[in-house]
């Protein structure tokens, strides 16, 4: 199975949820349509500033708890990882 990219992603948020991704990164967005939205969020999001921000700014079990993904190739059974770091949240 392929994974999806991070633009597929987003197209399947509301824009409502885009927005609220937007702002969590400090992105202006400009566009108002969500194939728009989601476009800008992954031109954004690709910069190494901005992971540098968000990473900077995650604590530090968060930071454990992707270092832990990587280091599985970014694939892990979701009963491990969530018994092993919780349950993740929906944002928005």
């Known amino acids: 199975m392929a994974l ?3 633009y ?3 197209l399947d ?33 690709a910069s190494a500033e901005a992971v540098a921000r968000i990473w900077d700014a995650l604590p530090e079990e968060q930071r454990a708890a992707i270092e832990d993904l990587l280091r599985t190739g970014g694939m892990q059974p979701w009963k491990i990882f ?11």
């Open 13 to 45: 948020s509301d824009p409502a949820r885009l927005r609220i991704i937007a702002m969590l990164w400090q992105i202006t967005l400009k566009g108002t349509r969500k194939a728009d939205m989601a476009a800008e969020l992954v031109d954004a999001m």
């Open 4 to 6: 999806r990219t991070l």
């Open 8 to 10: 597929q992603a987003l």
């Open 82 to 92: 969530t018994r092993r770091w919780g349950d993740v949240r929906t944002l928005g």
